[in-house]
């Protein structure tokens, strides 16, 4: 009777382990990006193209003009300075993972990606007409998506797609954290409604999720979870972090449309824009959870030796 050699154990081991991560995985991420689009579309057409939307987004952006003072002045210097901070802060960590770590195909494919969201976001707010007229008294000129919120969301994913799974959760929450600070300064000084918000979220996701399952795909062996020990960075209170700021944003605005509701016929004060304030929230804190729940399915796992 003979034995197999132990020298061919490991081999066989590594071979398993070399399964790059995001194998098989693929259709996840399709229909995460058709999701995007569909509900870009979805964004656009309601809130621009129907009365009922416009009036909802344009009673956001009015009732904004009562937040003033100093929350006003300080979300002006936040946005005047917001190009400078998201550039500055994907450069530093994106420079810092490619020059430490070699992640050179990981970092072209997500500036590229990140250069190519603000790029389709410019296009379509050219490529749009201007807002019809629905009997609702409104700027007529097309501002959706967000410029300054797709700068903010682009940088802040394409600093989620150069880290390490270990990191990718609190990316994720510091980074969705400052992409939706960005929306929610647009609407408080009046630059854009909360649907522009929401649209540059969606872009973003289009452009940055094909671009995530590059990242998996070639950086196969860098984008390994530890299953031997949780780091501080990958601890479930992150994703706790931005599941509970969606939940609470969903309160607010369902107070905030019963208050619409009972008060039907009478001038809402700042309803609207609380609704609106609380559908960013939801929609930056949902792609946050989202993505990191699929950026951590599609991580190969570390074997255990």
């Known amino acids: 009777m003979s034995f197999p050699k132990t020298s061919r154990m490991p081999a066989t081991r590594g071979t398993a382990s070399r399964r790059w991560a995001g194998a098989?995985?693929?259709?996840?991420?399709?229909v995460s990006t058709l999701a995007c689009?569909?509900?870009?579309?979805?964004?656009?057409y309601f809130f621009v193209r129907t009365t009922t939307g416009q009036y909802i987004d344009e009673s956001a952006l009015v009732e904004a003009a009562t937040i003033n003072g100093p929350t006003e002045r300080a979300t002006t210097q936040f946005l005047d300075w917001l190009p400078v901070i998201s550039v500055a802060i994907a450069a530093v960590v994106v420079?810092?993972?490619?020059?430490?770590?070699?992640?050179w195909k990981s970092a072209g494919i997500a500036?590229?990606?990140?250069?190519?969201?603000?790029?389709?976001?410019?296009?379509?707010?050219?490529?749009?007409?201007?807002r019809p007229f629905r009997g609702v008294q409104t700027i007529?000129?097309?501002?959706?998506?967000?410029?300054?919120?797709?700068?903010?969301?682009?940088?802040?994913?394409a600093v989620f797609l150069v880290v390490s799974p270990r990191w990718r959760p609190l990316a994720g929450f510091l980074g969705g954290t400052f992409a939706v600070a960005a929306g929610v300064s647009t609407l408080i000084n009046q630059w854009h409604r909360p649907a522009d918000?929401?649209?540059?979220?969606?872009?973003?996701g289009a452009v940055m999720l094909p671009a995530?399952?590059?990242?998996?795909?070639t950086g196969k062996r860098w984008n390994v979870q530890d299953g031997r020990g949780e780091h501080w960075?990958?601890?479930?209170?992150?994703?706790?972090?931005?599941?509970?700021?969606?939940?609470?944003?969903?309160?607010?605005?369902?107070?905030?449309?019963i208050g619409i509701a009972s008060d039907f016929g009478q001038e809402s004060t700042t309803n609207y824009f609380w609704a609106g304030v609380s559908l960013i929230v939801i929609t930056g804190y949902l792609a946050t959870v989202a993505a990191t729940w699929l950026f951590g399915l599609n991580a190969r796992r570390r074997q255990s030796p």
Not at 111 to 130: E, G, H, R, S
């Open 140 to 157: 007529e000129l097309n501002s959706l998506p967000s410029g300054h919120t797709t700068l903010a969301a682009s940088a802040a994913a």
């Open 95 to 103: 420079l810092f993972v490619t020059i430490m770590r070699r992640r």
């Open 212 to 217: 995530g399952w590059l990242v998996l795909r």
């Open 24 to 30: 098989g995985m693929g259709f996840l991420f399709v």
């Open 197 to 204: 918000v929401v649209a540059a979220f969606l872009v973003v």
């Open 37 to 44: 689009m569909v509900a870009f579309v979805a964004t656009y």
């Open 111 to 130: 500036v590229a990606a990140c250069v190519a969201a603000n790029l389709a976001t410019q296009l379509l707010k050219d490529w749009f007409p201007n």
């Open 233 to 257: 960075a990958s601890s479930r209170v992150w994703l706790s972090l931005s599941t509970l700021a969606g939940v609470v944003a969903a309160a607010v605005a369902v107070y905030s449309l």
